[in-house]
């Protein structure tokens, strides 16, 4: 049997963008994935559909796996021949015992490569506001550990000092639990005791949340605070930089539950959660029989980039191709729906500036389509604003069930940290009663388009339509 191969990937501090591109190959090609729990949860969608995705935990002093039974897995799945990938919260080697991993491969003879991540003691800092060096402040930096087991001869002694470089920023990985003993240290070994601290909670993440004091009164303010893990703490003249550079925290966190969360990144920090997914239909044999007599129409309307995707499914399994459609001619809601057409060879002959079907019913008003045959591919469960519509306009209208939307157990939100909601569709609204019932009064509703808007409210949930 063919040796595998392992790649060491580090996942970068939270924020699904900051994955490298080498990082985001690499996942979408592994045979296993071992993942930590500091990896974003949301990239192993990335992963390809029969790939095995193991969690290996490492939560603080608590893990799925022991670090030799992490070791040992990886080395028996590489034997069996597949390519793995190591995915560890943040950089392999920067205090992500990555190191001691490659040895595991490199004493059992698999091959292996590292593909670093961006680390959180660079980005946490960044995202925070905070410039770990700045040159009216400091040109160094170290990195620490606060996570130390006491000296051997005086484990029962709580007096113990945690040795600190000499640079002039400093940043601690894993101290929450030790962070008054760091504080102590600090000051002991000559850090003036109004020096500025900062703890960056969930750093990048959309919950992070930044405490700010000095060393002489941070323990006080991180009690009030109830600091949460995980958090760092970077300790220096650049933390004073934070009022006036924190970017990040005055972004809105706006909660997106449909796909293609990407589209709506004007909107501020975008935290998407899927909770529906778009799937093809058991029983095809309608959409089969449509297919030929395609040319029938005058006319076919993709109201979705899944429109497309789920008619041409079935286009391309019958044998078929674009040229099936003839002389029909083509509307779609929206550039994203007609790039996905294009990728098919077909370029729609019209778009409404208004992505809606309010906009699509305008630009259809503007042309004569009494007696036109109208071809409408959609969801099971769909908006009949757009058939009716056209219906009063004279035209013969057909829809076509061509997928439907099943439920998806959506990740976990913090609502505390969620500004806005975003409602893509009458689906995503139901969804979310289902899992979380009633939108926060402190989290302002928006919607794709009326028909969202009027599915909200139906379900007892005020909001407005999405600004174009």
């Known amino acids: 049997m063919t040796v595998g191969k392992v790649f060491l990937v580090g996942a970068g501090p939270g924020d699904l963008g900051l994955i490298t591109f080498k990082g985001h190959q690499i996942l979408g090609k592994a045979d296993v994935i071992l993942y930590d729990h500091l990896s974003p949860r949301e990239l192993l969608r990335l992963a390809k559909p029969d790939a095995e995705l193991i969690s290996v935990g490492k939560f603080a002093s608590q893990h799925t796996l022991p670090q030799e039974g992490i070791n040992d897995l990886l080395v028996e799945k590489a034997k069996q021949g597949h390519m793995v990938c190591r995915l560890k919260g943040g950089d392999c080697y920067m205090f992500g015992r990555g190191g001691e ?24 800092p960044c995202y925070a506001g905070i410039p770990p060096t700045h040159r009216d402040c400091t040109p160094d930096i170290a990195f620490v550990t606060g996570h130390r087991k006491a000296p051997t001869t005086t484990e029962a002694d709580d007096d113990w000092n945690i040795d600190i470089p000499k640079a002039g920023t400093i940043v601690f990985f894993m101290s929450v639990g030790n962070i008054a003993r760091i504080i102590r240290s600090l000051i002991q070994q000559g850090w003036a005791d109004d020096t500025p601290i900062a703890a960056i909670e969930h750093g990048t993440c959309y919950d992070q949340r930044v405490i700010v004091g000095k060393l002489n009164d941070f323990l006080a303010r991180a009690e009030q605070a109830k600091l949460r893990k995980p958090a760092l703490f970077i300790v220096g003249e650049v933390v004073s930089l934070h009022d006036q550079l924190d970017w990040f925290g005055k972004k809105k966190n ?5 796909n293609h969360p990407d589209r709506y990144a004007r909107l501020g920090n975008v935290v998407h959660r899927r909770i529906i997914d778009c799937v093809g239909l058991e029983d095809t044999t309608r959409i089969d029989a449509m297919l030929d007599r395609m040319p029938d129409n005058d006319w076919i309307v993709f109201t979705s980039v899944n429109a497309a995707k789920f008619l041409f499914d ?3 399994a019958q044998g078929k191709d674009a040229r099936i459609l003839g002389t029909v001619k083509i509307a779609a809601i929206g550039k994203s729906t007609a790039a996905r057409l294009r990728e098919y060879g077909l370029q729609a002959d019209l778009i409404p500036d208004n992505e809606s079907s309010t906009g699509l019913l305008e630009a259809f008003s503007k042309l004569d389509i009494r007696g036109k045959r109208i071809l409408l591919p959609r969801a099971e469960i769909a908006s009949e604003e757009l058939p009716r519509g056209l219906d009063v306009m004279g035209a013969i209208i057909e829809t076509l069930v061509v997928y439907k939307t099943v ?14 909601i975003l409602f893509t569709s009458g689906s995503t609204v139901r969804a979310f009663v289902k899992y979380f019932g009633q939108v926060p009064d402190h989290v302002k509703v928006l919607c794709l388009g009326q028909p969202t808007l009027n599915t909200a409210k139906a379900h007892g949930i005020q909001g407005d339509i999405i600004p174009s």
């Open 254 to 258: 706006v909660l997106v539950l449909g």
């Open 314 to 316: 079935r286009v391309f």
């Open 407 to 420: 439920d998806m157990e959506p990740d976990e939100v913090d609502f505390d940290y969620i500004d806005q």
């Open 101 to 124: 991993e490659a040895l595991a491969c490199v004493e059992a003879g698999i091959e292996f490569e590292v593909v670093p991540g961006i680390t959180s003691a660079l980005a946490a």
